[in-house]
């Protein structure tokens, strides 16, 4: 089973509206990642959590808050987003060992910043 | 310099025929990992195939192979008797360096539009 769940499929926000995606897994991954992904473009990196810790931040503005309740959740709270934000949001997770760190994606939110 | 160079931004294949998508990458690690992801329209990247720095053969997974040169740092993909449901974008890309406990970078390429023809 390599099945990545993200709730909600899609969602619109005003600018001043506080939001949360999530992302769940249960293929016992200890490392989960977020990606931004505009039309027509490949997927941007934002956030790595290795065993629940966050390990990589790309530099994203601080209005992205992601979080990692528990090895199988991870989320990514939304404030005070721009229209420009608007995009799929796709979360992955994998292993971390040789020749196994394969990243499983999940079918991704569709975010609109109104 | 791009890391992962994909150059056909879309490609046009007869069903039941076999495509080649190219992929060329740039790394001077000597440890690294090639991906193929496959992107329908309804957005989810679905992985088909890996190929590490140091396998000696050429990945295969079903209809999908990898046909690896790295001498001339290049991962193409091959995907025989295209199917209808094989139209989508195409991505190609690397981790460099060896699989870390911080988790793994993946770098993209641009991506090839794959349209498959009755």
């Known amino acids: 089973d390599t099945e990545v769940t993200q709730t909600p499929k899609h969602l619109v926000m005003g600018m001043t509206n506080k939001k949360s995606l999530k992302c769940e897994q249960h293929?016992?991954?200890?490392?989960m990642y977020w990606y931004k992904q505009k039309a027509k473009k490949p997927p941007e990196l934002m956030f790595v959590?290795?065993?629940?810790?966050?390990?990589i931040n790309e530099s994203v503005p601080s209005r992205f808050s992601p979080e990692c309740p528990n090895s199988s959740l991870l989320n990514l709270h939304l404030h005070a987003l721009q229209p420009e934000d608007s995009a799929l949001y796709l979360c992955?997770?994998?292993?971390?060992?040789?020749?196994?760190?394969?990243?499983?994606f999940g079918p991704g939110t569709r975010l609109t910043v109104l | 310099a791009q890391k992962i160079t994909q150059t056909q931004p879309g490609m046009f294949v007869q069903e039941k025929e076999a495509v080649t998508l190219d992929c060329t990458y740039d790394?001077?690690?000597?440890?690294?990992?090639l991906f193929w992801y496959k992107q329908p329209s309804s957005g989810e990247m679905i992985f088909l195939i890996y190929?590490?720095?140091?396998?000696?053969q050429n990945a295969t997974e079903g209809r999908y192979s990898l046909n690896f040169q790295k001498a001339r740092k290049s991962a193409n993909l091959v995907i025989s008797a295209s199917q209808l449901g094989d139209s989508a974008m195409y991505f190609c890309?690397?981790?460099?360096?060896?699989?870390?406990?911080?988790?793994?970078?993946?770098?993209f390429g641009t991506g090839t539009q794959l349209k498959v023809e009755l």
């Open positions: 959590y290795s065993y629940e810790k966050l390990s």
């Open positions: 293929m016992g991954h200890r490392a």
């Open positions: 992955a997770s994998s292993l971390l060992t040789s020749g196994g760190d394969t990243q499983y």
């Open positions: 190929q590490g720095s140091y396998d000696q």
């Open positions: 890309a690397m981790r460099e360096g060896r699989v870390t406990g911080g988790g793994n970078k993946l770098t």
């Open positions: 790394t001077s690690d000597p440890s690294y990992g």
